[in-house]
């Protein structure tokens, strides 16, 4: 989806739990009393930090909480599984509002929880990832069930990092199918996804990479 205007953010997310806005960093987009989650060293957001975010939005609402995490691909992986619940479910009046300048970097299993919005004059289609990767993740997500034995075994020939290399192509391909639906307007592209999504997560929870790509895909 898009939007017009960053002033347009608070309104959008007041009606959602979670939402991701790509826009330009440093376009001065702010909420007045909202909770700022963002890097205190290293630029990354730490568990402990979004344990402490969780620990006050879990106190009852009386009006509506925002919380911006900002930039959203600075949150350490295990600091985003911490987080991933009360994406999923947040309380009725606290809204998770996670702004970046590209989707590219955020773990899958966060979109997986969010309602994407992107700043309608800054669109960029363009996928970060290497043109072996895109043509991977392109490969995979037009392949007939018979075909994915074949791509399984392209995918994890690589003799080191096979698994971060595998689980970056997946994302790229959930990628490519978020902005294909973008551009189109086609729901058949969000109908892959759930798969797409599924896949990564097993990947990420060390499951067996050939068996999974299968598996989850047919």
Known sequence: MFIDDINEIKTIASKVGTSIFVIPHGSGFAIKNALILEPE??????IEQVREIIKKVNTKQSFDQYVIIHPAEALGLDA???L???LEEPGSKVHFVLITESISNILPTILSRASIYYLRTDYNDKICSSDEIIKLAKKL???KPSGLVEI???ITKKKDGVREYSKKVVSTAIEILYKSYYITGKTAFLQRLPKFLKLYDNLNKNG???LHIIADLI
Do not use: D, F, P
């Open 152 to 154: 399984a075994n392209e």
């Open 208 to 210: 067996h990479i050939k």
């Open 80 to 82: 985003a599984n911490a």
């Open 84 to 86: 991933l619940k009360s």
């Open 141 to 143: 997500i037009a392949s």
């Open 41 to 46: 060293q290293k630029s990354v957001i730490t």
